[in-house]
């Protein structure tokens, strides 16, 4: 079973910055992709970022040009910076895998909240 431990998250103003981080333990074929989802109260979750091991992403509109995915292969790990942030990203977020770049993963860990607030 895919085990994850997601860290980072916490309480920032709008246009602040965040970093999160997951590590994750699993086979090479459950790890081929990561990525981060998020969910809010009352809300579905959805994608936030995906990336392969070769590095190909995929970003949800809503965070383009203010998220950038990375991960780090020989750490098992995948990072999320997170700039110019908004109220509206505020949620639970969850480190994911997942067979396709697109969509919401599937996620074991307890996620790590980000709150944006004045």
């Known amino acids: 079973q895919v085990q994850f431990v997601e860290s980072g998250g916490g309480l920032v103003q709008p246009g602040g910055s965040l970093r999160l981080s997951c590590t994750a333990s699993g086979s090479s074929s459950d790890l081929y992709i990561m990525g981060w989802d998020r969910q809010a109260p009352g809300k ?4 936030v970022a995906a ?15 203010r998220f950038t995915i990375s991960r780090d292969n020989a750490k098992n790990a995948v990072y999320l910076q997170m700039n110019s942030l908004k109220p509206e990203d505020t949620a639970v977020y969850y480190c994911s895998t997942k067979p396709i770049l697109y969509g919401v993963g599937t996620s074991w860990g307890q996620g790590t909240q980000v709150t944006v607030s004045p």
């Open 44 to 47: 579905q979750r959805e994608l």
């Open 51 to 65: 990336i392969t091991r070769g590095g190909i992403k995929n970003y949800a509109d809503s965070v383009k040009g």
